[in-house]
Antibody, heavy 120, light 110 residues
């Protein structure tokens, strides 16, 4: 079965750090670009960051630039999001999503999400 | 990176058609045919419904269709069904090689 499973969420104090992971199954991880998307409580979806299949091109939303780092390990079939200097407004469900290979803006497979709560 | 503009809510009766708009700028929606739409039932993973403005992925009902005119994209759902009740989000590629989502639209099936 084609799926993505996120892990690593939890409760963290403002200014703290957290590392999210995303594990794919049922397809060739190294073929695809991947993206992190988040949804704050009561809010809409927000694009966070994307990384191409080789890791050569990385993009971030302005809201996380300089604080978050996306990475991948194709040998370990894993996607990561290192989140530093966390703020209360980073509280959200974080989804990893696979970019469809046939176009440049379509997320065809999504994980169930992992909750990150930033609170003192 | 301002969010695309969607109506907060729309509603319709079973069997009717509804349209959700998604307005951006010439730097995103208007500049590229890379608009996608997602259906999101709370607590579940979002689902891709339309990509490249008007293309449906395999398995998505043909009751869902997409279009674009200028800086505004639209999602139309015909023959509304109870299970269509969900939040819907548009997304566009941008001139900065990033992606942007709309604020989301809550669809209520009366």
């Amino acid at each position: 079965e084609v799926q993505l499973v996120e892990s690593g969420g939890g409760l963290v104090r403002p200014g703290g750090s957290l590392r999210l992971s995303c594990a794919p199954s049922g397809f060739s991880f190294s073929t695809y670009t991947f993206t992190w998307v988040r949804q704050a409580p009561g809010k809409g979806l927000e694009w966070v960051s994307s990384i191409t299949n080789s890791g050569s091109l990385i993009k971030y939303a302005d809201s996380v630039k300089g604080r978050f780092t996306i990475s991948r390990d194709n040998a370990k079939n894993s996607l990561y999001l290192q989140m530093n200097s966390l703020r209360v407004e980073d509280t959200a469900v974080y989804y990893c999503a696979r970019d469809a290979v046939t176009t440049i803006n379509a997320f065809d497979i999504w994980g169930q999400g992992t909750m990150v709560t930033v609170s003192s | 990176q301002s969010a695309l503009t969607q109506p907060a809510s729309v509603s319709g009766s079973p069997g009717q058609s509804i349209t959700i708009s998604c307005t951006g700028t010439s730097s995103d929606v208007g500049g590229y045919n890379y608009v996608s739409w997602y259906q999101h039932h709370p607590g579940k993973a979002p689902k891709l419904m339309i990509y490249d403005v008007s293309n449906r992925p395999s398995g998505v009902s043909n009751r869902f269709s997409g279009s674009k005119s200028g800086n505004t994209a639209s999602l139309t759902i015909s023959g509304l069904q109870a299970e269509d009740e969900a939040d819907y989000y548009c997304s566009s590629y941008t001139s900065s090689n990033t992606r942007v989502f709309g604020g989301g639209t809550k669809l209520t099936v009366l």
